[in-house]
């Protein structure tokens, strides 16, 4: 089965710096590799998502870039803001509706 | 924008309870997952159902947990008896397509199990 690591496991940020999460599979035939965003006692949320044929995508202020011949992908996020706090998943797929989601990485973001 | 529904938010139980959580998926969506996520780990699927029929309940600890979606709509996860190693956020989510997680794939807000 798909293995997933993610590091660092922990990040703490001064506000207006940049964060960077990477994500490590196994499977190479993964082919969608969303980032989820899960705030304290919330729900996991989908942030942002990539695909095999692209390699960068940007949102505002976060972007997801992927090398597929490492077959690692990482979240970037710029001028970090408190509400940015949280924990982070990845969740590579094959193109079936199962998600095997990362370790998680918890990102703080101080004032 | 429309949500996925879950009951009850928080759950406290005494361990060889039982206990059952509710979702509503968001409307039209066939497909429903139940996921556990322990404390400090990701979520992990305990059981997939498309329309009223399960397609995947590998990961389910079939000795003491249940779940079902009698109508294809909403659906109930039972653990019976509960024991301490249960506690965890049980979350559901449902999407409109089957076999795609790139597509409007939606979680609830979980239920927050604590068994004592």
């Known amino acids: 089965g798909e293995n997933v690591e993610q590091h660092p496991s922990t990040l703490s940020v001064q506000e207006g710096d940049s964060a960077v999460i990477k994500c490590t599979y196994s499977?190479?035939?993964?082919?969608?590799f969303p980032w989820y965003k899960q705030e304290l006692g919330k729900r996991p949320q989908l942030i942002i998502d990539i695909r095999s044929n692209v390699g960068e995508k940007k949102d505002q202020r976060i972007a997801v870039t992927l090398n597929k011949t490492a077959k690692h992908f990482s979240l970037h996020i710029t001028e970090t803001q408190p509400e940015d706090s949280a924990v982070y998943f990845c969740a590579p797929n094959k193109g079936t509706d199962k998600l095997i989601f990362g370790t998680g990485t918890r990102l703080q973001v101080f004032p | 924008e429309a949500e996925v529904a879950q009951s009850p938010r928080y759950k406290i139980t005494e361990k060889s309870q039982a206990v059952a959580f509710w979702c509503d998926p968001i409307s039209g969506h066939a497909t429903l997952y139940w996921y556990r996520q322990i404390l400090g780990q990701g979520p992990e699927l305990l059981v997939q159902f498309q329309d009223e029929s399960v397609v995947d309940d590998s990961q389910l600890p079939k000795d003491r947990f249940s779940a079902e979606r009698l109508k294809g709509v909403d659906s109930t996860l039972k653990i019976q008896p509960a024991e301490l190693g249960d506690s965890a956020m049980y979350l559901c989510?449902?999407?409109?397509?089957?076999?795609?997680?790139?597509?409007?794939?939606?979680f609830g807000s979980g239920t927050r199990l604590t068994v004592v």
């Open positions: 989510a449902s999407s409109p397509e089957f076999g795609r997680a790139d597509y409007g794939y939606t």
């Open positions: 499977d190479s035939a993964s082919n969608y």
